[in-house]
């Protein structure tokens, strides 16, 4: 297993609740729906600024 630290977010409570109302609809933990959606959107971050290319 690999390790793991425990991070604090901030958001408001109206997002909040849809976060946790979207995690049951699907089945899974708030935690891991927002660990999805940070891998996605850094994905997605990646692709549309990929590094600089070396000479």
């Given at each position: 297993?690999?390790?793991?630290?425990?991070?604090?977010?901030?958001?408001?409570s109206?997002?909040?609740?849809?976060?946790?109302?979207?995690?049951?609809?699907?089945?899974?933990?708030?935690?891991?729906?927002?660990?999805?959606?940070?891998?996605?959107?850094?994905?997605?971050?990646?692709?549309?600024?990929?590094?600089?290319?070396?000479?």
């Open positions: 297993m690999s390790d793991t630290t425990q991070i604090g977010l901030r958001a408001p109206d997002q909040s609740d849809m976060w946790d109302a979207k995690a049951r609809e699907i089945g899974i933990s708030k935690n891991a729906l927002l660990l999805v959606l940070l891998d996605l959107g850094w994905k997605v971050y990646e692709n549309v600024n990929p590094p600089a290319q070396q000479g």
